[in-house]
């Protein structure tokens, strides 16, 4: 296949018939594959890269415009093969019929076709990349906020999850750190200043782990990558080889015209009690940006008695 054939906007479909388009996609250009009722896997092949993207139905039907999977996007621009794995809801990929699905493909020499090999998710999908890149040593990873694990043995302190601790996460393709000892490269991507992030994020320290940070960004770093269009040019990166912090860096810097953070960073100052920053701060994005807050707030420290 080449990848010329048109894949269509799917905003607007019910779950159901978005689903049945995405995997008949699939079957024109590669294969599909239900696995279990919340899970299933949709095969486009083109070139000697493939990205192996764990998305939510949800997420891929509301982060772009066109309600495709991230993966689409990516692999059609650069004449990369995909591997979508797809769950309704935050599942972390949990289940027998994905387990048996990965080992198909690991008796098929599946991964050994690609010269390139890279897992990418975020959150629970994070989790779930970095936990099934064991099919394919050599590999990379890229895990935005990954969970390392949900057994409440090891990550008691995380609250947030707790209708998951019933779920197994000891068994196989399980503890994800374990998991990417064979990877070439894992990138985590997190907010140090988010607690729970930070504490998975210090589960997967092993030699081939680079960690990327994202300070003051909070808790939805994969629609704020998207939004600054940093996504994609961190995973084609990735994919070469070029993935440093340094280049993060410079990835990054679109951080200064992003409101979202630019309102965090404020929130931070005022509450450490830095007026001087503060006012530093406001002079730079109402000179750039017709931002009232950030002007309420520097009139208020040129005028404290008004």
């Known amino acids: 296949m080449d990848g010329t054939f048109p894949r269509n906007d799917l905003s607007g479909l019910a779950k159901p018939e978005w689903t049945r388009r995405v995997m008949e996609q699939a079957d024109l250009e590669g294969a599909s594959d239900r696995l279990g009722r919340s899970h299933f896997a949709a095969f486009i092949k083109s070139g000697p890269v493939l990205l192996v993207s764990f998305e939510t139905v949800q997420g891929m039907r509301g982060l772009t415009d066109s309600a495709q999977p991230l993966g689409w996007h990516l692999s059609r621009k650069l004449g990369w093969s995909h591997l979508l794995l797809a769950s309704d809801g935050d599942t972390w990929f ?170 965090r960073l404020l929130t931070r100052l005022e509450n450490s009690d830095r007026p001087g920053l503060t006012a530093m701060l406001c002079r730079n994005v109402t000179a750039r940006y017709p931002a009232p807050r950030f002007a309420r707030r520097l009139k208020a420290l040129e005028n404290p008695e008004e």
Request: proline share 6%; net charge negative.
């Open 94 to 263: 949990r289940a027998e019929e994905v387990y048996a699905y990965f080992d198909q493909l690991i008796d098929e020499g599946f991964f050994e076709e690609f010269e390139t090999v890279l897992f990418y998710g975020a959150g629970p999908c994070g989790y779930a990349a970095a936990a099934f890149s064991v099919a394919a040593p050599g590999s990379t990873v890229v895990a935005i906020q990954p969970q390392a694990t949900l057994d409440p043995d090891v990550t008691e302190w995380d609250d947030r999850f707790t209708h998951m601790r019933r779920t197994d996460f000891t068994s196989r393709f399980g503890f994800a750190p374990d998991m990417i000892d064979a990877a070439a490269q894992v990138f985590v991507v997190y907010d140090p200043l988010e607690s729970h992030d930070a504490m998975h994020a210090a589960l997967f320290t092993r030699p081939n782990v680079t960690k990327l940070r994202m300070r003051n960004m909070g808790e939805a770093l994969q629609s704020h990558l998207l939004f600054m269009k940093r996504l994609f040019p961190m995973l084609h990166a990735a994919a070469e080889g070029r993935l440093t912090p340094q280049y993060f860096a410079t990835l990054f810097r679109a951080r200064r015209n992003h409101l979202p953070y630019l309102r």
